[in-house]
Antibody, heavy 120, light 114 residues
Framework: QVQLVQSGAEVKKPGASVKVSCKASGYTFNDYFIHWVRQAPGQGLEWMGR????????NFAQKFQGRVTMTRDTSISTVYMDLSKLKSDDTAIYFC?????????????WGQGTLVTVSS | DIVMTQSPDSLAVSLGERATINCKSS????????????LAWYQQKPGQPPKLLIS???TRESGVPDRFSGSGSGTDFTLTISSLQAEDVAVYYC??????????FGQGTKLEIK
């Protein structure tokens, strides 16, 4: 079955960076974009950006441009999201989710989420 | 960016009764060349990731009970649960995927049992 398994919780200090991984299995890795969505405590869902696993090309929400990078390692079907210059309001659960690369579609499978806490 | 606004923010409905959640987009998410609305609904239960319920405004995902239905077109959409079950307690989000440079979600509607 389709699975997206994310790395574990992180605690970071303000100004630091965090790298969260998302390992895909149960489907052809290159057939689906991977999106990153975050959710601050008690808040709604916020799309951060997406990566095309085939080309490695990524696009980001304007809010995160300059602070986020997304990369992939096709040999292990894993995508990484790196967020730099962390602030306290970056404290959130970060989800990866897949959306088909062929055509425009919503996100049909999600990772379990990774809690990132930013605190001094 | 397309702004998605849901109403109400929270809703309490008796078991077996109908629940209705509305979603309005700041611009049309109907792609006229294929007559499809790029609008999805998700359900999120506490401690879980969101689950896709409905895509294209009205197409239920496989395994989603038929008490869930979606309707609407253009800028106004509705998620209806025809007969509320205890397991439907969750937060529901709409999402537009019309603008793939900036996917956006509604703020969420919390559904509880009255």
């Amino acid at each position: 079955q389709v699975q997206l398994v994310q790395s574990g919780a992180e605690v970071k200090k303000p100004g630091a960076s965090v790298k969260v991984s998302c390992k895909a299995s149960g489907y052809t890795f290159n057939d689906y974009f991977i999106h990153w969505v975050r959710q601050a405590p008690g808040q709604g869902l916020e799309w951060m950006g997406r990566i095309n696993p085939t080309s490695g090309a990524a696009n980001f929400a304007q809010k995160f441009q300059g602070r986020v990078t997304m990369t992939r390692d096709t040999s292990i079907s894993t995508v990484y999201m790196d967020l730099s210059k962390l602030k306290s309001d970056d404290t959130a659960i970060y989800f990866c989710a897949r959306g088909a690369a062929a055509g425009v579609v919503p996100f049909d499978n999600w990772g379990q989420g990774t809690l990132v806490t930013v605190s001094s | 960016d397309i702004v998605m606004t849901q109403s109400p923010d929270s809703l309490a409905v008796s078991l077996g009764e109908r629940a209705t959640i509305n979603c309005k987009s700041s611009q049309s998410v109907l792609y006229t060349s294929n007559n499809k609305n790029y609008l999805a609904w998700y359900q999120q239960k506490p401690g879980q990731p969101p689950k896709l319920l409905i895509s294209w405004a009205s197409t239920r995902e496989s395994g989603v009970p038929d008490r869930f239905s979606g309707s609407g077109s253009g800028t106004d959409f509705t998620l209806t649960i025809s007969s509320l079950q205890a397991e439907d307690v969750a937060v529901y989000y709409c999402q537009q995927y019309f603008n793939t440079r900036a996917y956006t979600f509604g703020q969420g509607t919390k559904l509880e049992i009255k």
